[in-house]
């Protein structure tokens, strides 16, 4: 059973910046493909940012330039930069990672960004 446990998240205001963090069980190589998406009451998940094993990266057009997604050194956990936060920001973000032998894909339980307007 993968897990995908994540950390970080909180109330910030606007402009300002956190850092979340996820870290799967298991070995992160295992994984094709893992992002951030997030979600608002009334709307559906959407994709932040992603990365790839070789270091591609994907990102939301509301969030580029602001938001930047990376393997931490370790190459153990993903991080997602989130710098000059919006009003619009806030949501329950989650991680996602995708297996490289059965594209199954595992979510972690979610962690609350708040940002004031």
């Known amino acids: 059973q993968v897990q995908l446990v994540e950390s970080g998240g909180g109330l910030v205001q606007p402009g300002g910046s956190l850092r979340l963090s996820c870290t799967p069980s298991g070995n992160i190589e295992d994984f094709s493909t893992m992002g951030w998406y997030r979600q608002v009451p009334g709307k559906q998940r959407e994709l932040v940012a992603a990365?790839?094993?070789?270091?591609?990266?994907n990102y939301a057009d509301s969030v580029k330039g602001r938001f930047t997604i990376s393997k931490e050194s370790a190459k153990i956990a993903v991080a997602l930069q989130m710098n000059s936060l919006k009003p619009e920001d806030p949501a329950v973000y989650y991680c996602?990672?995708?297996?490289?032998?059965?594209?199954?894909?595992?979510w972690g339980q979610g962690i609350q960004v708040i940002v004031p307007s």
């Open positions: 990365i790839s094993r070789f270091g591609n990266t």
């Open positions: 996602n990672g995708s297996l490289r032998w059965s594209s199954t894909q595992f």
